[in-house]
């Protein structure tokens, strides 16, 4: 079936930035939203982003005014630019794309140092 793949992940001191990447195995035809969540050990995934196909965003408050959702429909990638990271960040990044699609990634792993 269809896999995504997440990658820009790593470790980074706090205030620093780092750019998620997400992107697909094979061409998918359907027009499907899109979503970042992540998850710390022992906690609940959370959505923290998501991205229509019409072009419109929702954020969670946690990110809101640091994370900035994006995709490129030329080749179906979706970004997350995050920047002023917080420790409370660290966490395992998961890309999806949902509604009508259910297509998950791995994860990658994010790291922030004091």
């Known amino acids: 079936q269809v896999q995504l793949v997440e990658s820009g992940g790593g470790s980074v001191q706090a205030g620093g930035s780092l750019k998620l990447s997400c992107v697909e195995s094979e061409v998918i035809i359907k027009r499907c939203t899109k979503a970042w969540f992540r998850q710390v050990p022992g906690k609940e995934r959370e959505r923290i982003s998501l991205?229509?196909?019409?072009?419109?965003?929702n954020y969670e408050d946690s990110v809101k005014g640091r994370f900035t959702i994006s995709q490129e429909s030329a080749n179906n990638t979706m970004y997350l630019q995050m920047t002023n990271l917080k420790i409370e960040d660290t966490a395992r990044y998961y890309c999806?794309?949902?509604?009508?699609?259910?297509?998950w990634g791995q994860g990658t792993q994010v790291i922030v140092s004091p």
């Open positions: 991205i229509r196909p019409d072009g419109t965003t």
């Open positions: 999806a794309w949902l509604h009508p699609c259910n297509f």
